[in-house]
């Protein structure tokens, strides 16, 4: 039995992350479909097509807005008939458009309380017929409508509705079936199937040149419109989205033809072909929605400025035109990836501003095979690559493979158009990373940890010594205690260690963190972790110390001294030059030996311990190499300290008063005295909002040396100036990011 297991142990590891990925592979080839998958594909569909917006729009694509200004001109909607009729006289006639597109639909007669009461009134008196019939013809907005119709390549909207369930009857009638030619029937593709419609009126539909469904069956299921189907079936015809209406009236009516790849027993529909124009689809015919801008991006006219012809009719000269609604009462508003809230008939204008300038997103056939094989590829090289690293080098090789998977997924995006999956291998790639992580360190180090050594790793021999004489004094329990905490971090470490290989980046982090460790050590401090480059350590435990707060500054600046002395010795080394930020924060704390059964650490927590790693963050906020906070330099009282500001950092509400530690009472010039009593004198006057005694100051000082904090200041000032803080300004700055 010990044999059999000391055999199957070396396979439990990799057997891990290939179960990972047999999940990836089989929701990739649809045989499980993980909706949490499915919902971050979406999200890293969402982030890409915002990331890439142009943010312009086509000028002669535009939009003619039943805006809430036009509702309270003309009056509620639906208009009388002969208004829209009008409309389109002018929009043709006095504008000179080329095509126009309606985002409605007149489902119903024109309902004229005049019009209604003469017919009833020939009814009673037919002798009147000859009088009468003019009148009620010159007084019928449907005639008039259908009139200017027939005189104008204008394309009509209509509605299809697939739920089966419904027994509401169709309205209105259908345009003519949309001419298709395909080396398949339609009928083999899963094109969407509605049930019912709700058209045009005959007399309205007879004169037009066509129509267009403006309906979206293929909505997300977390209501977002990404892909909209060009072609519907009904009773066995096939009929056109709106937007590939109009296109076909610019380009004169051109038949569709179906692109297909495979064969007859398994088809797909790969695009259509429009006049030469082909609009990449799926089997549905779902094209993704090509996206150009925000809500806006095509330019809206009010329908009360083309009635008054206030409009610069250059815009209009030969322009496609939507005439729909972004009215929040007449319900034409969707989500999109770009807007939670953005019209219908803007939609529209995306798709034909896609189909006629080829700006369409695609996901051919292949992009199932093409994913399969990247999860393939990733999960066997994970799998049997990261057992035989450390850590460092994992993180290194993580850091390089995410990347390679954002910016080669980018590629495709922007310069082949190429919708290829992302969150898939992101998300593969991070799950066998840690687990992998997570076996190495619980399964494999947990042999090599010996509790009689535990606090070795946190603290200097000597304090060891010195616990060992008195280990009634220690405990591991959770305790709260008044205490000191240091973060520090490399500046700019991700660029460095871009430029290192493995090895030379060790020897680089090694030559780092040892004198660091050490100055540490020396001021009685103990480590708390290492992460990365960056170093955690906290005074007042697991010995008390009354001075942690005066021993963790002196550590800090020292960290710093050391800092500059190593920089010589890194440049011989053909190193770069390494500059830390450090913060240190005094308050309560909880500490004692946490974690799980897998593993323990002896550490800190709370909020006093968050605060120092939002300091440490700041310090190349304010150009300094140093940042304590208040209560630190409260009771490490025997350093001179530089205010620097008065903030309030992400996840705390209360505002706090940040310092540099400056020098050692007693150690500083008169001048500098001086220097450093001006620079508080201008933090008065400029939370008095004195801008231009602050400014003066802080000119003057600036001359005398550079600083940064004083050029945040004066960046301020100019800021406030132009948006002033309010008479209740309490001085404090939020900052936003940790």
Do not use: C
């Amino acid at each position: 039995m010990d044999s059999l297991k000391k055999a199957l142990s070396p396979l439990i590891r990799p057997l891990g992350s290939l179960l990972i990925l047999a999940i990836f592979l089989l929701h990739a080839i649809g045989y499980w479909n993980i909706g949490l998958f499915s919902k971050l594909e979406q999200i890293a569909y969402d982030v890409r097509i915002n990331m890439t917006l142009p943010n312009e729009g086509d000028s002669q694509i535009l939009i003619i807005d039943i805006d809430e200004d036009s509702l309270r001109e003309i009056g509620q909607f639906p208009w009388p008939r002969e208004y829209i009729a009008e409309l389109l006289y002018i929009l043709f006639g006095e504008y000179g458009i080329s095509t126009l597109g309606f985002d409605i639909v007149f489902p119903e007669a024109d309902q004229r309380g005049a019009t209604e009461a003469l017919k009833g009134l020939l009814l009673e008196k037919p002798e009147l017929t000859e009088t009468l019939t003019p009148l009620i013809e010159s007084m019928d907005g449907d005639r008039q409508l259908a009139g200017i119709l027939n005189q104008t390549p204008a394309v009509l909207g209509f509605y299809l509705d697939r739920e089966p369930e419904i027994e509401t009857p169709s309205v209105g009638v259908l345009p003519e079936p949309l001419p298709i030619k395909s080396p398949i029937s339609p009928s083999l593709l899963p094109i969407p199937k509605a049930q019912r419609f709700s058209g045009n009126q005959p007399v309205h539909q007879a004169n037009a040149l066509s129509a267009g469904f403006f309906d979206n069956p293929l909505v997300d299921q977390d209501g977002v419109f990404r892909r909209v189907p060009m072609i519907q079936e009904y009773q066995g015809n096939y009929y056109q989205s709106l937007s590939l209406a109009v296109v076909r009236s610019v380009l004169g009516m051109p038949p569709v033809e179906f692109i297909i790849s495979g064969n007859k027993n398994n088809p797909t529909l790969e695009a259509l072909d429009v006049g030469g124009f082909r609009i990449p689809v799926d089997n549905q015919t779902g094209a993704l929605v090509p996206h150009y801008g925000g809500r806006g991006t095509f330019e809206y006219i009010s329908v009360t400025d083309i009635f008054q012809q206030t409009a610069a009719k250059e815009k209009l000269q030969g322009a496609i035109v939507l005439l729909g609604t972004s009215a929040p009462g007449l319900l034409d508003l969707r989500t999109t990836p770009v807007q939670s809230v953005y019209a219908g008939v803007e939609v529209h204008a995306n798709l034909i501003a896609g189909i006629l300038h080829q700006s369409f997103k695609h996901q051919p056939s292949y992009t199932v095979g093409g994913e399969i094989l990247l999860l393939i590829f990733l999960g066997l090289l994970l799998t049997f690559t990261l057992p035989r690293l450390n850590p460092l080098p994992i993180l290194i090789g993580s850091v390089l493979i995410f990347s390679g998977i954002w910016y080669g997924n980018l590629l495709l995006w922007t310069d082949y158009k190429w919708v290829f999956p992302l969150a898939t291998p992101v998300l593969l790639s991070a799950l066998i990373i840690a687990y992998q992580l997570a076996y190495g360190y619980l399964v494999e180090s947990r042999g090599k940890r010996q509790l009689t050594r535990l606090f070795g790793q946190y603290v200097p021999p000597e304090l060891v010594d010195e616990m060992n004489e008195n280990p009634a004094s220690i405990s591991l329990e959770g305790e709260s205690r008044e205490m000191t905490v240091l973060f520090s971090d490399v500046r700019g470490f991700t660029t460095i260690s871009e430029g290192l290989n493995p090895e030379e980046l060790t020897r680089l982090m090694n030559a780092f963190l040892t004198p660091m460790t050490g100055v540490i050590h020396e001021y009685r401090g103990t480590i708390d972790k290492y992460m990365g480059d960056a170093i955690m350590a906290f005074w007042g435990a697991p010995l008390k110390d009354p001075l942690h707060a005066k021993h963790g500054v002196e550590a800090g600046l020292r960290m710093i001294e050391i800092m500059k002395e190593l920089g010589p010795e890194f440049k011989k080394r053909g190193w770069p030059e390494l500059k830390i930020g450090v913060g240190l924060n005094t308050g309560p704390m909880n500490v004692g030996n946490m974690g799980s059964e897998f593993r323990m650490a002896y550490t800190v927590l709370g909020d006093a311990v968050n605060l120092g790693s939002r300091l440490e963050g700041l310090t190349k906020q304010y150009g300094v190499d140093l940042m304590v906070s208040e209560t630190t330099a409260a009771a490490a009282d025997n350093y001179l300290y530089r205010e620097l500001d008065l903030v309030k950092v992400k996840g705390k509400h209360e505002p706090v008063a940040i310092f540099e530690p400056v020098a050692l009472k007693g150690s500083l010039s008169e001048a500098e005295l001086n220097t450093l009593d001006r620079y508080h004198q201008t933090l008065k006057h400029f939370r008095n909002q004195d801008w231009g005694y602050a400014e003066r100051l802080l000119s003057e000082l600036l001359s005398e040396e550079k600083r940064m904090i004083y050029d945040v200041y004066l960046d301020r000032i100019n800021l406030y100036r132009e948006q002033p803080p309010g008479k209740d300004w309490d001085g404090v700055f939020t900052h936003t990011s940790k």
